[in-house]
């Protein structure tokens, strides 16, 4: 997938290093989807794509001499000039748009997960001193190596995952913490503190 570099996708966006929004990269990785932001500054890189949508407001969104009362007739026209539109004969070559994707497209194509999306919660919090971070009034415990240090989590479903996320996109997942149901509340690995601090427990 080739998308622009809005803010919803794209972070940052260099010659060097590409970070994706985390919500966009991990629904991307849940559909087995790879994005690859067009370069900045590079219309080219959606040339054909930008071409396309002209013509598809000319044929289908742009309806001449049509009148519509309601949603259902507009739905119905729209579908029409779809179908129209997809087996219209190419001009360079032979075949159409449908034909294309029944032979070369359509093969490549994989099922979608039997259950849809998600979006998650993201949060970023710093590690106190007590290797705690706070998230929405709740504290979950991470490794003592990581005070100081910010780190990401994310809720999904009944879990909350922390990650740390390294510089030039690395990360490195830190804990799966059951999601606390009540403010205030703490979640302790005891492994995770240190020695002087666990005997004192």
Request: aromatic content about 12%.
């Amino acid at each position: 997938m080739v998308p622009d570099n809005l803010k919803a996708s794209v972070a940052k966006h260099t010659t060097r290093e590409l970070v994706l929004n985390p919500t966009y990269r991990e629904m991307a990785d849940y559909y087995n989807t790879v994005v690859m932001p067009a370069r900045v500054r590079t219309p080219k890189d959606k040339a054909s794509v930008e071409e396309t949508v002209n013509v598809i407001y000319t044929w289908i969104i742009a309806l001449r001499n049509t009148q519509c009362f309601c949603i259902k007739e507009l739905n119905e026209e729209v579908w029409k000039k779809l179908d129209e539109f997809n087996k219209r004969p190419f001009t360079r070559k032979k075949g159409c748009r449908f034909s294309a994707f029944e032979e070369e497209e359509k093969i490549a194509l994989s099922s979608l997960p039997s259950m849809p999306y998600k979006m998650s919660e993201w949060k970023t919090a710093k590690v106190r001193p007590d290797y705690h971070i706070s998230v929405v009034s709740m504290f979950y415990s991470v490794p003592y190596v990581y005070c100081k240090i910010e780190v990401q989590s994310f809720a999904k479903g009944k879990c909350r995952v922390l990650h740390y996320f390294y510089r030039h996109g690395k990360e490195k997942r830190l804990a799966s913490r059951p999601k606390s149901l009540y403010c205030n509340w703490c979640r302790i690995n005891l492994e995770w503190r240190k020695r002087k601090d666990a005997s004192n427990v």
